[in-house]
């Protein structure tokens, strides 16, 4: 099993920036990626940012976010920050942490963390 703890989210003004953070921990040893997701009011859950946790730690991110938001994390496989500049309205959502576990291919997910943008 794999637990996940967000953290980072808040009220911020257009133009302003966040940082979230997830926390891993249990089976962390064979997690193959790590990512974020949003969901807004009554729409689906989307994509924002994966992190590949071997090699060369590939980044993958939603058009959407492209130049705003930077996904990164430490060596220890342990915890995953994304990097929120230059929020915008449209990018209020509740965030969800995401890790994917072989060799099941389980997905894991936090407990999600609200970011709302408003003046």
């Known amino acids: 099993q794999v637990q996940l703890v967000e953290s980072g989210g808040g009220l911020v003004q257009p133009g302003g920036s966040l940082r979230l953070s997830c926390a891993a921990s249990?089976?962390?040893?064979?997690?193959?990626?790590m990512g974020w997701y949003r969901q807004a009011p009554g729409k689906q859950r989307e994509l924002v940012a994966t992190?590949?946790?071997?090699?060369?730690?590939?980044?993958n991110y939603a058009d959407s976010v492209k130049g705003r938001f930077t996904i990164s994390r430490r060596n220890a496989k342990n915890t995953m920050f994304l990097q929120m500049n230059s929020l915008q309205p449209e990018d209020t959502a509740v965030y969800y942490c995401?890790?994917?576990?072989?060799?099941?291919?389980?997905?894991?997910w936090g407990q999600g963390t609200q970011v709302t943008v408003s003046s």
């Open positions: 995401n890790a994917v576990r072989l060799p099941t291919w389980s997905m894991y």
């Open positions: 249990g089976s962390i040893f064979s997690l193959l990626s």
């Open positions: 992190i590949s946790l071997n090699g060369d730690g590939t980044t």
